[in-house]
């Protein structure tokens, strides 16, 4: 099955700075890859997604690119705000129109310093 | 209007209990979903339910079972609760290729 690797666990950043996680997957068949962020007690919520047929994708201070060949992604955050601090979480699908679901990682917590 | 809905929202249980947390969406999706998240944050899929086909994680414990009456709803059951089951629960559902959308979570607490 899928394994999905994520790093840093925990990673802290000055507001306005910019953040980045990384992810590795190890299925070359996953072709589905979201990102969610969740806040203290409330559920996981998407952020941004990417499919394999594209290599980058940006909606407003939060990008996302993916290297298929390497098996791995990653979410940047620019301008840094406190209302970023929260947990991340990268996950990998395959999306074929099965009920495989999302893989995640183990998260990450960012902390914005102000 | 919620879209994925699941209650209770808090559930504190002996163990040895039997316990169901029910789940329903709006969103007409065609696949459904039960995560566990642990203590450390760590999500994890138990079951998927698509179009009456069942995918079981295998590492669940036979005690969990899911029961869906219809496309909109899946309840989870479980039996003889232990303590290692406290943990919160989401719901979700997805259609196609698009992104799952997660409930507000049940907090499992067994005592």
């Known amino acids: 099955g899928e394994n999905v690797e994520q790093h840093p666990s925990t990673l802290s950043v000055q507001e306005g700075d910019s953040a980045v996680i990384k992810c590795t997957y190890s299925?070359?068949?996953?072709?589905?890859f979201p990102w969610y962020k969740q806040e203290l007690g409330k559920r996981p919520q998407l952020i941004i997604d990417?499919?394999?047929?594209?290599g980058e994708k940006k909606d407003q201070r939060i990008a996302v690119t993916l290297n298929k060949t390497a098996k791995h992604f990653s979410l940047h955050i620019t301008e840094t705000q406190p209302e970023d601090s929260a947990v991340y979480f990268c996950?990998?699908?395959?999306?074929?129109?099965?009920?495989?679901?999302?893989?995640f990682g183990k998260g990450t917590h960012l902390i914005i310093q102000p | 209007d919620t879209a994925v809905s699941q209650t209770p929202k808090y559930l504190v249980t002996q163990m040895g209990n039997d316990k169901s947390i029910k789940c329903e969406q709006n969103?007409?999706?065609?696949?459904m979903y039960w995560y566990k998240q642990d203590s450390k944050k760590f999500l994890k899929i138990m079951f998927s339910?698509?179009?009456?086909?069942?995918?079981i994680n295998e590492t669940v414990p036979n005690r969990f079972s899911p029961k869906s009456p219809d496309k909109a709803h899946l309840n989870l059951h479980i039996n003889s609760l232990e303590l290692g089951d406290s943990a919160v629960y989401f719901c979700?559902?997805?259609?196609?290729?698009?992104?799952?959308?997660f409930g507000e979570g049940s907090w499992l607490t067994v005592v």
């Open positions: 979700a559902s997805s259609q196609g290729l698009m992104a799952a959308d």
């Open positions: 299925d070359s068949a996953s072709n589905y």
């Open positions: 990417i499919r394999s047929n594209v």
């Open positions: 996950a990998a699908s395959f999306a074929g129109g099965g009920a495989d679901g999302l893989t």
């Open positions: 969103l007409g999706h065609d696949t």
């Open positions: 339910y698509n179009n009456k086909e069942l995918i």
